[in-house]
Nanobody
Framework: QVQLVESGGGLVQAGESLRLSCAAS????????MGWYRQAPGAQRELIAR???????YYLPSVKGRFTMSRDNAKNTAHLQMNSLKPEDTAVYYC??????????????WGQGTQVTVSS
């Protein structure tokens, strides 16, 4: 069974940095888009960064310039480098991969979530 495992969350002070990782395990034919989402208490889950198989990226305007997403295709892994963290970045962060487990079938996989807490 294909599974996404997240790591890297934690408690930091404002202005500090964290690096999140999301690694897929199991039998995967291809990974198309990779994305990072976050959900704060009482809020909807929002897309904050996405990278395509071609390397094209999207960032939520509020994180652009502070966050950088990358992918390592050889390791089936995505990263989110978060710099200059702010208290409003506090949320549970989730990764999502669009994958093919067989050559013609796409599906979305979600990580388990990792807590990021930024104190002032």
């Amino acid at each position: 069974q294909v599974q996404l495992v997240e790591s890297g969350g934690g408690l930091v002070q404002a202005g500090e940095s964290l690096r999140l990782s999301c690694a897929a395990s199991g039998s995967i034919f291809r990974i198309n888009d990779m994305g990072w989402y976050r959900q704060a208490p009482g809020a909807q889950r929002e897309l904050i960064a996405r990278i395509s198989s071609l390397g094209n990226t999207y960032y939520l305007p509020s994180v652009k310039g502070r966050f950088t997403m990358s992918r390592d295709n050889a390791k089936n892994t995505a990263h989110l480098q978060m710099n200059s963290l702010k208290p409003e970045d506090t949320a549970v962060y989730y990764c999502k991969f669009t994958v093919r487990t067989v050559p013609t079938l796409d599906s979305d996989l979600w990580g388990q979530g990792t807590q990021v807490t930024v104190s002032s």
